[in-house]
């Protein structure tokens, strides 16, 4: 593989972690834990793995003579920066147990274990891989592991590689998978022990005990980045509004950071919205009254961010997608029978009567984007839904209907952004090359320790590294029942945007000055070498949050 000259130079990076973890370790087990909601429910479905206790590790002055083990890991879900430093923390982990330790990966993700696709990660291609962006190393996929059939066949692998652990890097959805398949290993007494680990950009994996999702700090860095060049270029040209789409799916943690970051015009949150209980047109108006009073003091330019999962989040199109989706799940067959030019129509007739005259109402492009695929989770891919152009369109409609009743004056003209995919694979942060190679050795301790169905912990990561503590939390304790697909189920509860949460309160404060002024940051890239005050910040919305 060919690499570039800061590849080289961040291969040489040795990841700053707690410093609990420099040695050997002891576990100490806190509270019994209890779900999120549902308890009773909750408890009932995982009688091996509910009510366990809060654990973290400290400094232990005996040397330990442990046996070697094998371990297998899988990426799962959408790519975040600092992937591969969690697995080397892993690895690493697993050879300061004893040197005879192996890791497997599984290719692709989950459907790697079931597959039977795998590859054994020697010191050579970890070193490959070390502070590196990207799921490359082994590769990642959304498949479900859901069904004891999936658990069976993937047993059977573990078994043939005599692999006792199996760590499982991924989001809500893969984590709760994570928990599913740890209960059930321990419920037929398989041997195997399952581990989490705390991964997604979208910043939705969080709680008491996990203080962020690795990727959330670098891709935010990313996005802040280009979104400050391009209020560098708006403010230079001045003759543009750019509305910029930011992935996140449904929370609106990567839009509030970069607002924070950047201080953009507008930036809508999708928490807010709802609870607003705003149309489509309430927006709208919202971005058009800004838009015409910064023309009325000439400032025809301006950016607005835009949370990927607004629309999901209007009150009248969430109960529309509701609808959708369990119309789409208990009809899959039939209409994927009626002729595309066919389907808007047909969706029309079935649907209940005020969903129907909504779904009419959008533009043909987004009742398209509505009815495509779900993700094996059962998610709208709001990644394809074009929120961006369709709001810049609404506005510039709107802004026509105010001219003509003389209440705005200006040129308008918009461009579309949306910044996802480009931030995903970045080279990690510091932060997140220390916190992801940190969590990846936790999860080799809690293997250690004999655990499974927790997720790796690492906290009070505003500090210096050193003084970060490592954990473990029952996956069960973050758990509570949702409907997916039509049904009832045990899930990890989506961490969204919190409106008396001090981030969204210090944004709130600050957006009107940030309206009509202009009062943009530009961020400039990610720096990897530089002091500390560059180099080695946390997201504002975590450095607001613990402080
Ligand atoms: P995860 O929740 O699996 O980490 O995925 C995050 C994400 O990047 C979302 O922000 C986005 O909506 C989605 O993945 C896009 O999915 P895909 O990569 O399948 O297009």
């Keep these: 593989m060919a690499k570039s000259a800061l590849q080289i130079a961040r291969a040489a990076y040795a990841p700053k972690v707690p410093k609990t973890l420099r040695g050997t370790v002891k576990i100490q087990e806190g509270a019994a834990t209890q779900s999120v909601s549902d308890q009773a429910e909750i408890k009932k479905l995982f009688p091996n793995t509910y009510g366990m206790p809060l654990v973290t590790f400290a400094t232990d002055t005996d040397k330990q003579n442990a046996a070697a083990i094998n371990v297998g890991v899988i990426l799962s879900g959408g790519q975040a920066p600092g992937g591969h430093n969690v697995i080397a923390g892993l690895f690493d982990g697993i050879k300061a147990i004893n040197s005879g330790s192996k890791l497997y990966g599984f290719l692709m993700g989950p459907g790697g274990l079931i597959d039977h696709k795998y590859q054994e990660l020697t010191a050579d291609i970890i070193d490959e891989y070390r502070n590196t962006g990207g799921f490359d190393m082994i590769g990642s996929g959304r498949t479900k592991l859901e069904t004891p059939e999936q658990f069976d066949k993937g047993l059977e692998i573990l078994k043939k590689l005599n692999i006792s652990a199996l760590v499982i890097i991924g989001g809500d959805d893969s984590n709760t998978n994570a928990c599913v398949l740890a209960e059930y290993y321990a419920q037929i007494k398989a041997g195997v022990q399952v581990i989490g680990c705390p991964k997604t950009i979208d910043g939705d994996l969080k709680n008491e005990m996990i203080e962020t999702s690795f990727g959330f700090d670098t891709a935010c860095k990313v996005y802040s980045e280009v979104i400050g060049n391009i209020q560098r270029d708006c403010n230079s040209a001045r003759k543009y509004w750019h509305f910029i789409k930011l992935m996140g799916r449904s929370a609106s943690h990567i839009a509030l950071e970069c607002a924070l970051q950047v201080q953009p015009n507008v930036c809508l949150i999708s928490e807010e919205v709802e609870a607003k209980n705003q149309s489509l047109d309430d927006v709208v108006q919202y971005i058009a009254d800004i838009v015409a009073e910064r023309a009325a003091k000439g400032n025809n330019f301006g950016t ?107 040129k308008f003209a918009a461009q579309v952004h949306f910044f996802g995919y480009e931030g995903r694979c970045a080279a990690p942060s510091n932060y997140d090359a220390d916190y992801c190679y940190s969590l990846g050795y936790t999860a080799s301790c809690l293997i250690g320790a004999g655990k499974t169905g927790y997720m790796s912990s690492v906290r009070n990561t505003t500090a210096p590294a050193a003084e970060w503590l490592a954990g473990g939390v029952p996956i069960t304790m973050m758990m509570n029942m949702e409907k997916r697909h039509g049904e009832m189920k045990p899930v990890i509860q989506k961490a969204l945007v919190r409106l008396d949460g001090a981030p969204f309160k210090k944004f709130a404060s600050q957006r009107n000055a940030w309206a009509f002024n202009t009062e943009y940051v530009y961020p400039g890239p990610i720096q990897y070498f530089g002091p500390t005050e560059v180099c080695d910040q946390p997201t504002k919305t975590l450095a607001i949050e613990l402080a």
């Design 304 to 410: 607005v961010l835009i949370p990927e999962g607004l629309i999901e989040f209007i009150p009248a199109m969430k109960k529309l997608m509701a609808e959708l989706n369990d119309f789409l799940a208990h009809h899959a067959e039939d209409f994927a029978r009626v002729r595309r030019s066919e389907q808007r129509q047909h969706i029309i007739a079935n649907l209940s009567a005020s969903n129907s005259k909504i779904y009419e109402s959008l533009p043909e492009t987004v009742a398209r984007q509505l009815t495509l695929d779900r993700d094996p989770h059962g998610n709208v891919q709001v990644s394809l839904i074009e929120t961006e152009k369709l709001l810049a369109e609404m506005v510039g409609n709107r802004l026509n209907e105010m001219a003509a009743a003389g209440k705005y004056k200006g």
